[in-house]
């Protein structure tokens, strides 16, 4: 399994922070079927092939992910779309 790992810096509150990734895990959960539910400020995902969370604290955005053997191969394109979106919502 491939793992991935991604911290963002951010300056908002984490209330501010949290209602971001619930814009986003809406579109995952549109876009790729993912589950997602709140534990706290951590935000756990999964569906076929990935398991992950997104946890929100002061001044940070932790993505975390295991990827299943067919996404796999995927990782660098993975990664970079996340980062991307890290960046845009949270640079």
Known sequence: MAKIDIRRPHSLSVADARSIVDRVAERMRE?????????????????????????VVPGEV???????????????????EIGRKLDEHFA
């Open 62 to 80: 932790h993505v975390t992910a295991e990827l299943g053997m067919l996404l796999s191969p995927l990782k660098g394109t993975i990664e970079d």
């Open 31 to 55: 876009k790729f079927g993912t589950d997602s539910q709140w534990s706290g400020d951590t935000l756990t995902f999964q569906r076929s092939g990935v398991k992950g969370a997104i946890a």
